[in-house]
């Protein structure tokens, strides 16, 4: 993964609007759209994909879709399928973020999640390890 994200620039980020996978009848996962170097996280996004590929991980086969994960509504129960368009013009303050970091999920009643190493974004090929 180091060399998928070597060479990468720091990328400058916003959260704006907001939407929903699933139906309106039927939401699964409200998210927050990003707006800034998206075509940046994209492009690096499609590295690391592809870094997983050749170690053998399996990768999802849809495109990549910039997004925040702000909540799941759970099936069966009472939902607020407006909260996305409520929010679709909500703009965040613009951030850098400075490095690719994986995580460890760890699922279950009390999901908790890991930090398991990071990479530097912004830091030139011969400086990564």
Known sequence: MGSAVAGAPALSLQL???GRFGSRRRPA????GLAG?????TALAGRL????????LPV???????????????AGQDADADLPER?????GPVWTAPEVVLWRS??????RYERVTAWPLGVGRDQVT
Request: proline residues 7%.
């Open 16 to 18: 704006a609007g907001a």
């Open 29 to 32: 996962v409200c998210w927050a």
């Open 37 to 41: 170097d998206v075509a940046g996280l």
């Open 49 to 56: 994909a592809d870094a997983a590929r050749g170690v053998g």
């Open 60 to 74: 999802e086969d849809r495109p990549f879709r910039a997004h925040l994960t702000l909540g799941r509504w759970r």
């Open 87 to 91: 929010l679709a013009g909500y703009r």
């Open 106 to 111: 760890h699922l279950g009643p009390t999901p």
